[in-house]
C-alpha cells in the first residue's frame, strides 16, 4: 500500500490569491493520489501594505464549501477544515476566540508580514524591493523574533513555511537561517515540547530540497509531528513535490506524516 500523503496546506477562491473552486481541487487530488485534502484558507491580520485586517473570521462559507462536496467524496478524497493563519499574534486573544467550533481539524500558523514595528508589510512586498542584504538581515531578525513570539502563544497546529522569507529575497543575498540556529534550535524544542508540528511546505513542489537543514534539525531533536503541504494555489499543483519530499522524510529518518482531526495529529507510517 502507498504511504498516506495527505496535502494539508491547500487553498481556493476563499483565500484572496487563488481561484481554484474545492471541486477542481479535489478532482486533482484524485488524479495525484492524495487521499485527503485540508483547505487552508488564509486569514491574514495584516496585507501587504501593512495594514490591520479584521480580527474575525467568518468560517459559514468555508463550511459551506465543505458540506456540499465532503460526503460525495468520501470515499475518493478526504477533505477537512483548516485555516492558515498569518501574522496572529496582532491579536491573539481575538483570533483564538474565532478557532472554538467543532468542524476545525487544523490550523497553520504562518508569518507573512514583519512585525508591525517594522511596518508590518508582506515579506513578499518587502523582498521585491529589498537591494540590500543587511536590510534582508533585518527581516530575518524581525521574522524569528515574531517566530518566538509565535511559539509563546501557540495559537497553531503546526508553524508554517517556516523558511518562507528565503522564498522571496534575491538569492544573490545567499540567504540563510544558519545565523539564528540557536534561536531557531529553541523554536523547535517549544514546537515539540508543546505537542505541536511543523509542515514540509514544497511551495507548489519547487523547494522540497532547501528544507533539508531544518528537517535535519527537527528530526535530531527529537521531531516528529510533521505535515505535507504544496501550498497549491491553483488545483495542478495538489500534492506536488510529494514523492521527492517523502523520499526525503524517510532517508532523514522521519517515520510518519500527519493528518489532523479536531487538532488532534493522527500518524501515517511513510513506507
Ligand atoms: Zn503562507
Ligand atoms: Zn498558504
Not at 53 to 82: C, I, M, S
Not at 107 to 131: E, N
Not at 136 to 160: H, K, W
Request: glycine share 8%; charged share 20%.
Amino acid at each position: 500500500m502507498p504511504s498516506y500523503l495527505a496535502d494539508y496546506h491547500t487553498h481556493t477562491h476563499l483565500s484572496g490569491d487563488s481561484k481554484s473552486q474545492l471541486l477542481e481541487n479535489l478532482n486533482a487530488a484524485c488524479q495525484a493520489g492524495i487521499p485527503e485534502l485540508c483547505m487552508t484558507e488564509h486569514w491574514n491580520l495584516l496585507n501587504q501594505r501593512g495594514e490591520r485586517l479584521p480580527t474575525h473570521y467568518d468560517f459559514d462559507a468555508v463550511l459551506n464549501q465543505w458540506a456540499a462536496l465532503k460526503d460525495d467524496w468520501a470515499h475518493r478524497v478526504e477533505v477537512r477544515v483548516g485555516i492558515e493563519l498569518g501574522n496572529s499574534t496582532v491579536d491573539t486573544a481575538a483570533v483564538q476566540a474565532c478557532l472554538n467550533f467543532p468542524e476545525l481539524d487544523f490550523v497553520i500558523g504562518s508569518l507573512h508580514s514583519v512585525s508591525l514595528d517594522l511596518g508590518g508589510i508582506g515579506i513578499f512586498t518587502y523582498a521585491k524591493s529589498c537591494t540590500d542584504p543587511q536590510r534582508a538581515n533585518a527581516v530575518l531578525e524581525d521574522y524569528i523574533r515574531q517566530m518566538e513570539e509565535l511559539v509563546e502563544v501557540g495559537t497553531f497546529d503546526v508553524l508554517g513555511h517556516i523558511i518562507y522569507p528565503l522564498r522571496y529575497f534575491s538569492p544573490d543575498f545567499h540567504l540563510t537561517l544558519d545565523p539564528w540556529q540557536d534561536r531557531l534550535d529553541e523554536i523547535l524544542r517549544r514546537v515539540i515540547h508543546s505537542g505541536k508540528g511543523i509542515e514540509l511546505n514544497t511551495t507548489q513542489g519547487t523547494t522540497v530540497r532547501q528544507w533539508l537543514p531544518l528537517l535535519t534539525r527537527y528530526r535530531e531533536l527529537g521531531g516528529e509531528i510533521l505535515t505535507l503541504g504544496s501550498d497549491a494555489h491553483r488545483p495542478q499543483f495538489i500534492g506536488a513535490g510529494f514523492q521527492e519530499a517523502a523520499q526525503m522524510l524517510q532517508h532523514l529518518g522521519y517515520r510518519y506524516v500527519c493528518t489532523y482531526r479536531q487538532r488532534k495529529p493522527q500518524f501515517h507510517s511513510i513506507r
